[in-house]
Nanobody, 122 residues
Framework: QVQLVESGGGLVQAGGSLRLSCAAS????????MGWFRQAPGKEREFVAA????????YYADSVKGRFTISRDNAKNTVYLQMNSLKPWDTAVYYC???????????????WGQGTQVTVSS
């Protein structure tokens, strides 16, 4: 079992930055791949970024490549999402998720946090 708690969301102007954090419980955090997903009102949950258990592999959605960076600190049981050059269409609830295998499909992730709201004003 892994419990995930996101933080760091908020209101920011377009072009600004935010860093999301996802703190995980349990001593097996380092065995899980971690992903970030987002869901805007009226839209399906979509993949944003993922990182392997070691941090050696990362995947990004095309819409965030070059602007967002995913990283993890296994000593702190935490995964981060640094978001730069934010756009109004980045507005969504952002969720972190954990699974034993890195992937881009939400349904394949076993554990989810409660989400944190990110709002980007124009």
């Amino acid at each position: 079992q892994v419990q995930l708690v996101e933080s760091g969301g908020g209101l920011v102007q377009a072009g600004g930055s935010l860093r999301l954090s996802c703190a995980a419980s349990g001593r097996t955090f380092s065995s899980y791949a971690m992903g970030w997903f987002r869901q805007a009102p009226g839209k399906e949950r979509e993949f944003v970024a993922a990182v392997s258990w070691s941090g050696g592999s990362t995947y990004y959605a095309d819409s965030v490549k070059g602007r967002f960076t995913i990283s993890r600190d296994n000593a702190k049981n935490t995964v981060y999402l640094q978001m730069n050059s934010l756009k109004p269409w980045d507005t969504a609830v952002y969720y972190c998720a954990a699974d034993h295998y890195i992937g881009v499909i939400a349904a394949e992730y076993d554990y989810w946090g409660q989400g944190t709201q990110v709002t980007v004003s124009s």
